[in-house]
């Protein structure tokens, strides 16, 4: 999977306060401007939804994790 | 609950395996070891919620309604997985609670083999259980097809430990074949053993690969929080994301952390902490995340062929 629209978003959105804060308060907007697959998309507001950003360590990060820790 | 009244059912497949090596002075105890330590088929965790070893029998009760037939196979899995940790724990030598580093890796290479091969023992057993000649000669070919898929992908993964250049294609094609692989495998003769036509294997089997990248890369998060990869200078996805997205002083503290030519142990907390700042962390977890959708996507193709899909949704939620 090619990422590099992906890459650019979220290296805009933590390196840019105002498009840090676009996406805080509404994610969709931020996505418009960058050429994302839907299932792209779709992942990144699942992962606003769950954590917001994921600038630390946190519980709803390592409750993200939860699901997957002991497959491999 | 049923997670404990399979791995119970795998246990005891696992045990009569082990009955000819009761004489061995020691050995027995070593394969236990083995497959307790990597949460092979043996040990209490095994019973746990969202439990590996017991996806073949998932998949083949979900397409078909049973599933005991399928547990020599489920068996051979974890013999030859803890196999591949032994192996592994010799090539990485650290961990000071590993086998080899334990025991010697003389006495390590000798458990991995008799793992490998009670594993093709344990294929043999389906006959016992009913499942034809030909199924047998199927469930053989694809579990040694993934095996060398694995060993491939180890290959590349252990080529590539002096470089820091990996791209993000090259991390997905490792993890394909060397972590992921394991889950497709076990997802593939779960169906097979299921007497599922093609078109549902190859379902079953894409759901196996990118649950599996999925778990690989909630691992390499675990492994920056944790600091462990970042001591041990391991390149993972979100260092690879890292050295491609930070520019000046901020790269050039990732190359000294993650050099492996470094002397210089880094500080986890100082990586970390960097890490979650240029969004490597956030990045890897919409990764994660987008992975874990292809598998429910996947999943959804299974549930309109009929599959109960409700057991395997559980281990992804």
Redesign the interface.
């Known amino acids: 999977?090619?990422?590099q629209a992906?890459?650019e978003m979220?290296?805009k959105?933590?390196?840019d306060e105002k498009t840090k804060l676009q996406f805080m308060s509404n994610p969709h907007s931020v996505l418009a401007q960058f050429n994302l697959t839907e299932?792209?998309k779709?992942?990144?507001l699942?992962?606003h939804a769950k954590?917001g950003?994921?600038?630390?360590?946190s519980q709803q990060?390592e409750a993200?994790?939860d699901?997957?820790?002991?497959?491999? | 609950m049923w997670q404990e009244r399979q791995a119970g059912k795998l246990n005891r497949e696992i045990e009569e395996l082990l009955v000819p090596l009761s004489d061995a002075d020691g050995l027995c105890d070593l394969i236990k070891e083995a497959l307790t330590q990597g949460r092979r088929g043996l040990g209490a965790e095994v019973a746990r919620a969202k439990p590996l070893p017991l996806l073949p029998l998932v998949v083949c009760e979900a397409i078909s309604g049973h599933y005991e037939h399928a547990l020599p196979a489920a068996a051979a899995l974890q013999l030859l997985m803890a196999a591949g940790d032994v192996f592994d724990d010799i090539e990485d030598a650290d961990s000071s609670e590993s086998l080899p580093a334990r025991y010697g890796p003389a006495i390590a290479i000798n458990v991995a083999n008799t793992l490998i091969t009670m594993g093709e023992a344990a294929i043999t057993r389906l006959k016992a259980r009913g499942v034809a000649d030909c199924t047998i000669v199927r469930v053989m070919d694809v579990v040694n097809s993934y095996c060398t898929t694995a060993c491939a992908g180890q290959h590349l993964d252990l080529s590539l430990t002096s470089k820091m250049d990996i791209s993000e294609d090259i991390y997905v094609r490792v993890t394909g074949m060397k972590s992921a692989s394991q889950v497709e495998c076990a997802c593939h003769i779960g169906a097979l053993l299921a007497n599922a036509n093609q078109e549902l294997i190859d379902i079953f089997a894409l759901f196996g690969h990118t649950l599996g990248i999925a778990a690989q890369i909630a691992n390499d998060i675990r492994g920056v929080t944790r600091g462990s990869d970042i001591v041990k200078h391991k390149i993972t996805l979100p260092v690879i994301y890292a050295l491609t997205q930070a520019e000046g002083e901020t790269r050039n503290k990732l190359v000294i952390a993650f050099g492996q030519q470094s002397e210089t142990v880094p500080d986890p907390t100082q990586i970390k902490d960097l890490l979650f700042s240029i969004g490597a962390i956030h990045y890897t977890t919409v990764k994660m995340e987008s992975y874990k959708q292809r598998a429910l996507d996947t999943l959804s193709k299974a549930e309109g062929a009929e599959v109960n899909i409700e057991r395997l949704k559980l281990f992804l939620e």
Not at chain 1, 53 to 57: E, N, R, S, Y
């Open positions: 999977m090619k990422s992906l890459q979220i290296k959105v933590f390196s299932q792209e779709k992942a990144v699942n992962t954590l950003l994921a600038t630390a360590d990060l993200a994790l699901p997957l820790t002991y497959w491999t």
